[in-house]
T-cell receptor, first 111, second 113 residues
Framework: GQSLEQPSEVTAVEGAIVQINCTYQTSGFYGLSWYQQHDGGAPTFLSYNALDGLEETGRFSSFLSRSDSYGYLLLQELQMKDSASYFCAVRSGSSASKIIFGSGTRLSIRP | DVKVTQSSRYLVKRTGEKVFLECVQDMDHENMFWYRQDPGLGLRLIYFSYDVKMKEKGDIPEGYSVSREKKERFSLILESASTNQTSMYLC????????????FGPGTRLTVL
């Protein structure tokens, strides 16, 4: 079967750094994505890692280790607007088009 | 501006009714997806399509069917709605190549009474 595991909740302080981990089990793995979803909104794309290593986009970075079936999203200089749910998602399957999501991590930022 | 639209934001149906949820994208994307989102369960894949008239089951296809007659349109059908299908339904599309970014529609909140 296929599964993704990520923490259900994380709390951090404004200005700090937080890391959200994701472990996955899937067949035909092609890459790991991260999405952000604010309450009442639709998920929006943050990053995609197809190869091992760190990808940086502004305050957000994403890491992938294919050998460990593991990745993380790193958020730096946290701002109140970063309070949201974050989902990891894997691209897999024989057609390379199947995308399944984890259950999400709710990030709460304290002043 | 890229756009994925869904036919309704809110929908209320009765048990046993046939329900159609429509999704249209204007980005000429090959892939289209239907997810349902429930608290604590994340986004669960119902069906996806990687080409016109092509479809594959996701993780929870039972009770649902789909149709993709045109590239820009992907429909989700509940043949006989049940109360456990009350949920938020999200449609998404993505290109076949590149970073596989999915673009989501605003969602349809379906309530089955």
């Amino acid at each position: 079967g296929q599964s993704l595991e990520q923490p259900s909740e994380v709390t951090a302080v404004e200005g700090a750094i937080v890391q959200i981990n994701c472990t996955y089990q899937t067949s035909g793995f092609y890459g790991l994505s991260w999405y952000q979803q604010h309450d009442g909104g639709a998920p929006t794309f943050l990053s995609y890692n197809a190869l091992d290593g760190l990808e940086e986009t502004g305050r957000f970075s994403s890491f992938l280790s294919r050998s460990d079936s593991y990745g993380y999203l790193l958020l730096q200089e946290l701002q109140m607007k970063d309070s949201a749910s974050y989902f990891c998602a894997v691209r897999s399957g024989s057609s390379a088009s199947k995308i399944i999501f984890g259950s999400g991590t709710r990030l709460s930022i304290r002043p | 501006d890229v756009k994925v639209t869904q036919s309704s934001r809110y929908l209320v149906k009765r048990t046993g009714e046939k329900v159609f949820l429509e999704c249209v994208q204007d980005m000429d994307h090959e892939n289209m997806f239907w997810y349902r989102q429930d608290p604590g369960l994340g986004l669960r894949l119902i069906y996806f399509s990687y080409d016109v008239k092509m479809k594959e089951k996701g993780d929870i296809p039972e009770g649902y069917s789909v149709s993709r007659e045109k590239k820009e349109r992907f429909s989700l059908i509940l043949e006989s709605a049940s109360t456990n299908q009350t949920s938020m339904y999200l449609c998404a599309s993505s290109a076949l190549s590149g970073d596989n970014e999915q673009f989501f529609g605003p969602g349809t909140r379906l309530t089955v009474l």
